[in-house]
């Protein structure tokens, strides 16, 4: 792409140098006709590959119908979709909207009226959320997050947020309150280095909620729709949130993301109260109704533990003694290698080499392939990644016998 055109845009991301302009399935291609493996979909969003079959016949019969109209008609979709959800999971209502973010912004305001309007309480606004968790970049989800560097040069920040210790059940003891409305985690933290929730820290959570009249949010915005083996990742602990947020893998790359909420939570979002221009419009939600068929009719999160569970013997065979590599682990096909360094230079071999993975936090490589590669794609990605670490590990090796 052409340099000073490149220059119009803030300069809010640091690009990787390859621009993609082909795709299917688990395979990419640049502009320079190069084939890459796809091991990072998006950032786990295109759960099911590169324009999967029936989410793009779906999306054509919608877009020859109709685009556009506004949330004070009915829109026959998201009924359909919501049913999708509400049939599949532990929730009785949803809203509609366009991303991550603005999901959890909604989940937070749900929250929050909950208190004031349905049960009339003042003074229950505060939401515990964790360190290195990440919830998004709007002025609330970015307060959410718990990491410094998204907070830097935004302040001053809504009130209302405690930010905790991920996996710390004596803090967390300590900080659950008669102001508490809400406690606010990922089960796998996504961003922040895939790490999981312990089952006792979650078991406590759903302890101190009951006690306190506490609500449980939970952000599924990477962990749901397949990505780790459930269909959502809550199902793994046995629990039920009272709300939890969807978004990237749900629209297999159309933008769109939801608030799910149990019915005690319904009338918080009484008419006027929230909405969306675009939220649940007719071509987002056909790519969502698709994308839940074809999770459920091809049972897609069995697939995605299977290959899971081959991904990560696989990694931890041929990572074996390799110096650099701390830890592999993660859940279904949301897998983090944690190495002794910064793999930033490492990603950038990793994609000159064919494979296309990101980070997640400085040290750790993120790997969130189709729940629909191939064994073949997936293994032959994942050799690419292991030659990378084997050819770090030797550099790193000869320079300190310099
Ligand atoms: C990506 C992500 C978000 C933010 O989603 P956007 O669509 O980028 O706003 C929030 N929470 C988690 C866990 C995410 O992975």
């Not at 409305?181 to 790490?195: C, D, K, P, R, S």
């Not at 230079?345 to 590669?373: E, F, K, Q, W, Y």
């Amino acid at each position: 792409m052409s340099e000073n055109l490149q220059g119009l845009l803030f300069p809010n991301y640091s690009k990787y140098p390859i621009t993609l302009v082909k795709g299917e399935g688990s395979r990419l291609w640049d502009d320079q006709g190069k084939e890459y493996i796809d091991l990072m979909c998006g950032v786990a969003v295109t759960n099911l590959g590169h324009k999967p079959a029936k989410v793009t016949a779906k999306l054509h019969e919608q877009l020859d119908q109709l685009w556009h109209v506004s949330n004070l008609f009915h829109i026959p979709n998201q009924y359909r979709l919501a049913q999708l959800l509400t049939d599949n999971s532990c929730a009785d209502h949803v809203f509609f909207c366009n991303s991550g973010a603005e999901a959890n912004e909604a989940a937070i305001k749900l929250a929050r009226r909950y208190y004031q309007k349905v049960l009339g309480i003042q003074g229950k606004y505060e939401i515990i959320t964790f360190q290195q968790s990440f919830h998004g970049r709007t002025l609330a989800t970015l307060t959410a997050t718990g990491q410094e560097k998204v907070k830097e040069g935004f302040h001053p920040l809504p009130e209302g947020f405690t930010t905790l210790p991920y996996n710390d059940i004596a803090a967390l003891q300590g900080a659950v309150s008669d102001k508490t409305a809400a406690i606010f985690l990922e089960l796998v933290q996504g961003e922040g280095g895939i790490h999981s929730a312990d089952p006792a820290f979650m078991a406590e959570i759903v302890r101190l909620c009951e006690k306190h009249d506490v609500l449980l949010i939970l952000d599924e915005i990477q962990t749901g729709v397949g990505r780790t083996g459930k269909l959502f990742a809550y199902e793994h602990y046995g629990i039920e949130p009272d709300i939890f947020t969807l978004a990237k893998g749900l629209g297999s790359g159309f933008p769109i993301g939801a608030v799910l909420g149990k019915a005690k939570i319904k009338d918080a979002f009484a008419p006027g109260s929230h909405g969306s221009t675009f939220g649940g419009n007719l071509l987002a939600t056909a790519a969502g109704i698709a994308t839940m068929e074809t999770m459920l009719e091809d049972n897609v999160p069995q697939r995605a533990r299977e290959l899971g569970e081959l991904a990560v013997t696989h990694l931890k065979s041929k990572l074996e003694g390799n110096p650099l590599v701390v830890d592999v682990r993660g859940k279904g096909l949301l897998i983090g290698i944690e190495c002794t360094t910064a793999v930033g230079d490492i990603v950038n071999d990793i994609h000159r080499h064919g494979a296309l993975v990101i980070t997640a936090g400085t040290n750790v490589m993120r790997l969130v392939p189709s729940l629909l590669i191939s064994r073949e794609e997936l293994l032959k990605g994942l050799d690419i990644v292991a030659e990378a670490l084997a050819r770090a590990a030797n550099e790193a090796a000869s320079k300190a016998a310099v």
